[in-house]
């Protein structure tokens, strides 16, 4: 029986790339290759992939989040990130939002195979890299958690909104209130997370565990 794959990724290159790799491989075919967020909703129910492949790095939206909408709207769907990130705390966020396996873009078709299949079989697959930085952290001989940040409910609904690349604006439209008060929120988050941008923002909201 054949396995339908369909890959997201911004960089044309790695869509090819893993594309020419399953190239031959009888058991698997392509279904579908996708440059962002809003392509991968749009088309994945149409396409109907047994997998996916998924970067965290997407220009619209963030790749966790969207592994758990998919998760939520395709429930069979199996999706597997593979992403140049190897900080536990990504690997850990991506697993926890329904993420089936975790590789890093040095895999080789091999290992993407055994993924396959594990994943397939209602297993989880994380390479064996990673694996062994998730034993090491559970062990604690990595502790690079940092202190614990609080949030108000308010900034938390900001802080979302961030992640969901939306314009000050639109986040003042969207929550009812002021670009001031949207503006004093998006410092005091700064300031809490020790962020200087929303790049930065989003990337030490996920090392804490608040998105």
């Known amino acids: 029986m054949t396995t339908k794959i369909a890959i997201t990724d911004d960089h ?4 090819q790339g893993i ?13 579908g290759l996708y440059n ?3 392509q991968t909703l749009e088309s994945i129910g ?21 592994c758990k909408k998919l998760k939520q709207l395709h429930t069979k769907l199996k999706i597997i990130a593979i992403s140049n990130y190897d900080e536990v705390s990504f690997i850990k ?7 089936d396996g975790y590789l890093l873009k040095n895999t080789d078709k091999l290992e993407l195979l055994s993924a396959f299949k594990v994943v397939l079989e209602n297993g989880k ?17 990595q502790t690079n958690k940092g202190f614990l940040v609080k949030l108000t409910r308010r900034e938390k609904e900001v802080l979302e909104a961030i992640a969901e690349e939306l314009t000050t604006q639109e986040i003042s439209e969207k929550l009812f209130v002021s670009v001031k008060t949207i503006e004093t929120h998006r410092m005091n988050i700064m300031s809490k997370l020790g962020a200087k941008n929303s790049v930065g923002i ?5 090392e804490k565990g608040l998105l």
């Open 93 to 99: 966020r991506m697993l926890s939002n329904g993420a």
């Open 36 to 38: 962002n967020g809003a």
């Open 125 to 141: 697959y994380i390479q064996r890299d990673i694996e062994k930085k998730l034993l090491n952290e559970s062990l604690g001989m």
């Open 46 to 66: 149409t396409d109907q992939p047994d997998i996916l492949l998924l970067d965290i790095n997407l220009p619209d939206i963030n790749g966790i989040q969207l």
């Open 19 to 31: 594309q020419t790799m399953l190239e031959g491989v009888n058991e698997v075919t392509i279904v």
């Open 202 to 206: 989003i990337k030490k909201a996920i």
């Open 12 to 15: 044309q290159i790695v869509l």
